[in-house]
């Protein structure tokens, strides 16, 4: 599975100062998790088989990220300071619902949608929409949040978010 760590956003994002141009930090690979994330992790992903765990440290904050597939669908699970925080499935662009493509559309004008997660959390659930235009570190990006319903509730601030999967 290739790597690229990205933390949903219905506030799974990293919490970085704008002001500070300080390189972000990267993921590292781990071999396990602790034992506590391991039985939560179990007790609500009972058929899945392989893993793959990384560690991520910003600032106050340890974020252990975990990447298994289910049913063919990739997944992400996010731990903060050992407490669950958020999971994130990546959704087919073919699949996107009409009203979050019309809804983007409109929104993000010029830029085009690359990238549809739906997010979970126990508080929240919807929809990311990732538009982008250009490439590399010039490329624009920005992170619209939907409703499970589709309906718009806000964008995200994308520099926050550690991208990919």
């Not at 970085?16 to 391991?38: C, F, G, H, M, R």
């Not at 765990?53 to 340890?62: A, F, I, M, S, V």
């Amino acid at each position: 599975m290739a790597l690229s760590v990205t933390m949903a956003s219905l506030q799974c994002a990293s919490a970085q100062d704008k002001k500070q141009e300080t390189p972000k930090a990267e993921p590292v690979k781990i071999e396990l998790p602790s034992d506590n994330i391991i039985r939560h992790f179990r007790n609500r992903n009972s058929g899945t088989a392989e893993v793959d765990w990384y560690q991520l440290k910003e600032g106050r904050n340890t974020y252990i990220i975990g990447y298994f597939s289910t049913d063919g669908d990739q997944r992400k699970v996010v731990y903060r300071n050992g407490a669950y925080y958020c999971t994130e499935t990546e959704i087919p662009l073919k699949y996107c619902p009409a009203d979050i493509r019309g809804a983007v559309d409109t929104l993000a004008p010029g830029l085009k949608l690359k990238e549809l997660y739906y997010e979970y959390t126990y508080r929240n659930q919807g929809y990311r929409a990732v538009m982008k235009k250009g490439r590399g570190k010039k490329a624009q990006v920005r992170d619209l949040m939907f409703s499970i319903k589709g309906d718009f509730m806000r964008e995200t601030d994308a520099s926050k978010t550690i991208r990919g999967f």
